[in-house]
């Protein structure tokens, strides 16, 4: 399976692992939401919703646009304090980070 497919299927987990753990949400932060500058946009957005309407979309555009995604990227460490005790969605953002951390 192509690295492509593979980060959709795991966005696709991502997903679903928010839903079964009531951590999607139906609504999008408000417009001001988005202009942070800080990194995972923590003084403007709780940790699921930087996931939801930040990572995930903006993953999903460049596997549209056939753009290059990332190779250094690490982003379980965060959710591991930031959504202490949701080893599901650990599990499956470290599936993420394995992935697209390659070494040069």
Same mark, same amino acid.
């Given at each position: 399976?192509?690295?492509?497919?593979?980060?959709r *299927?795991?966005?696709?987990?991502?997903?679903?692992?928010? %839903?079964?753990l009531? !951590?999607?949400?139906?609504?999008? /932060?408000? @417009?001001?939401?988005?202009?942070?500058?800080?990194?995972?946009?923590?003084?403007?957005?709780?940790? *699921?919703?930087?996931?939801q309407?930040v990572?995930?979309? %903006?993953?999903?555009? !460049?596997?549209a646009?056939?753009a /290059?995604? @990332?190779?250094?990227?690490?982003?379980?460490p965060?959710?591991?304090?930031?959504?202490?005790?949701? *080893?599901?969605?650990?599990?499956?953002?470290?599936?993420?980070?394995?992935l697209?951390n390659?070494?040069?």
């Amino acid at each position: 399976m192509s690295t492509e497919n593979q980060v959709r *299927e795991i966005l696709q987990d991502i997903e679903q692992v928010m %839903r079964q753990l009531s !951590l999607w949400q139906p609504m999008p /932060p408000e @417009p001001e939401a988005f202009e942070s500058k800080e990194p995972f946009a923590v003084d403007t957005m709780s940790a *699921e919703q930087w996931l939801q309407w930040v990572l995930i979309p %903006r993953m999903y555009a !460049l596997l549209a646009a056939e753009a /290059p995604l @990332p190779t250094r990227f690490a982003i379980t460490p965060y959710y591991e304090m930031a959504l202490a005790g949701q *080893e599901r969605l650990h599990n499956v953002l470290q599936r993420l980070d394995d992935l697209l951390n390659i070494e040069d």
